[in-house]
């Protein structure tokens, strides 16, 4: 009986179950761990139901011998059996199933099982913590599913008053999610299909149902999308409007590339030729260049290419950002507004892309600006590309929106997963 009383204890049964059996069969390569019921569980039962929670419970019969997967012993697969009860309440006469201690939340797998199992998951994509287990895919995701929904129920909202809003890519095409995020408490709070003004009036009822309040929310981070700004404008009354830096500057740096474009089409060799296979190199910062790079673009007169012009001007917006207050980050965004017109007058339709981004940077200043005014920082909602990233390798093979959202809450919502707590 050693065997028994090791595994009664590792699974801290308690007195209310015991270990019967603990057999290995060969021909399967498994464990098998026998449970059942001793008598002193009927008096610790309490009727389920809402109006009843009577104590006066007594064994009703036993359903079906059901398995649940447990973590491997030496190496080999092991699982519990066991028949278990059903209890009948004396007073109401309502029949149930009795809960067992072991149990996840995916019914399949035991509480221990489900922990390392999500322990892996969040480090890799779902069908190597799969193989490494033993299980198949669905098994996994359906206990991730379980676990992300109950975990979601019980998510507190009431404190969010700076909010982060962002599009993510499920696949090729327009294939899309919009995700918000609580700025302070770092954490992803809702995602949704599509990037229309219809995902806010989403997030505002899940907002509501998880006792948040959208007058609450003082402060929006969101791109320059028109949608986005309606959104805003009509369901988060309080709110001002921020724009985010990441965005910002992704403009900007999508008008140097295409500037790259229209100057490499150029009929001049001596501006063609240093243009070549250069995209990347003007969308890194210069210490961010390897010596091999930074010595080519020393190579290059950028006083002569529209494109080492262009590249200037963003590194000049990037610097504004450095501004601790409000008034001098104004007055370097004005004074670059200013040197960039005055540059594309100069060097005419090559720098045309410079000269609407700058004309973008204009139109939006004021919600720029907000980002000093609040004291807002928008660091989290930057990072989630790379949240995004790591969304997708582990949603592998499953990316339908469902397992985008479930895997997204589970990595970046900061949830109470309950099969993590050993209690």
């Known amino acids: 009986m050693i065997a028994e009383q090791v595994f009664h204890q590792l699974l801290n049964l308690g007195e209310c179950w015991e270990v019967r059996g603990v057999d290995y069969e060969a021909e399967a390569n498994r464990f098998v761990i026998v449970i059942s019921e001793t008598e002193k569980l009927w008096p610790t039962q309490a009727c ?23 973590l491997d012993v030496f190496g080999k697969k092991s699982e519990i059996l066991c028949a278990v009860p059903r209890g009948r309440c004396a007073r109401c006469a309502h029949v149930y199933r009795v809960p067992v201690p072991w149990e996840g939340e995916g019914k399949h797998f035991t509480r221990e099982f489900e922990a390392f199992a ?21 098994r996994l995701w359906r206990m991730l599913f379980a676990h992300v929904a109950k975990a979601y129920a019980a ?45 806010f009036r989403a997030f505002i009822q899940a907002l509501s149902a998880h ?19 309606k959104g805003v404008r009509e369901e988060l009354p309080n709110a001002e409007v921020v724009f985010d830096k990441f965005h910002v500057v992704a403009q900007v740096n ?20 240093p243009l070549k296979k250069s995209q990347w190199l003007w969308r890194k910062n210069p210490e ?10 020393e190579e290059m007169d950028l006083k002569h290419l529209a494109t080492g012009q262009a590249y200037q001007m963003r590194l000049v917006l990037q610097e504004a950002y ?18 960039v017109r005055v540059k594309c007058e100069r060097l005419g339709e090559v720098l045309e892309p410079m000269r ?20 807002l920082t928008t660091g989290f909602l930057e990072g989630l590309n790379s949240v995004f990233s790591a969304v997708k390798r582990k949603a592998r093979g499953y990316r339908s929106r469902e397992y985008m959202i479930a895997m997204l809450y589970f990595v970046a919502g900061k949830l109470s997963i309950p099969s993590t707590l050993f209690h």
């Not at 069908?127 to 299980?135: C, L, R, T, V």
């Not at 961010?288 to 673009?297: F, Q, S």
């Not at 204009?362 to 720029?368: D, K, Q, T, V, W």
Request: hydrophobic share 40%.
């Open 254 to 273: 999508g008008a140097v590339d295409a500037v790259r474009r229209l100057e490499a089409r150029s009929d001049d060799a001596a501006v063609t030729e």
């Open 48 to 70: 389920p139901q809402p109006k009843c929670h009577h104590r006066t419970v007594t064994c009703y019969d036993h359903a079906d011998t059901r398995s649940w997967r447990h």
């Open 288 to 297: 961010n260049l390897t010596e091999k790079e930074a010595a080519r673009l």
């Open 155 to 199: 998510l507190d909202m009431s404190e969010v008053c700076w909010i982060g809003v962002d599009e993510m890519n499920c696949r090729k095409g327009h294939d899309y999610l919009t995700v918000f995020a609580d700025l302070v408490n770092k954490r992803v709070l809702f995602a949704t299909e599509g990037k229309d003004a219809a995902t």
């Open 356 to 375: 609407k981004v700058a004309a973008m940077v204009e139109r939006h200043l004021e919600g720029i600006l907000a980002h000093w005014q609040a004291g």
């Open 211 to 229: 006792n948040g309040h959208p007058k609450a929310i003082t402060q929006a981070a969101i791109d320059m999308s028109a949608a986005y700004q």
């Open 118 to 138: 999500l322990t892996l998951m969040r480090e890799m994509p779902v069908s190597k913590a799969g193989a490494i287990m033993g299980e198949t895919d669905p």
């Open 322 to 339: 450095a501004s601790r207050r409000v008034e001098t980050a104004r007055y370097r965004f004005e004074s670059w507004i200013n040197w």
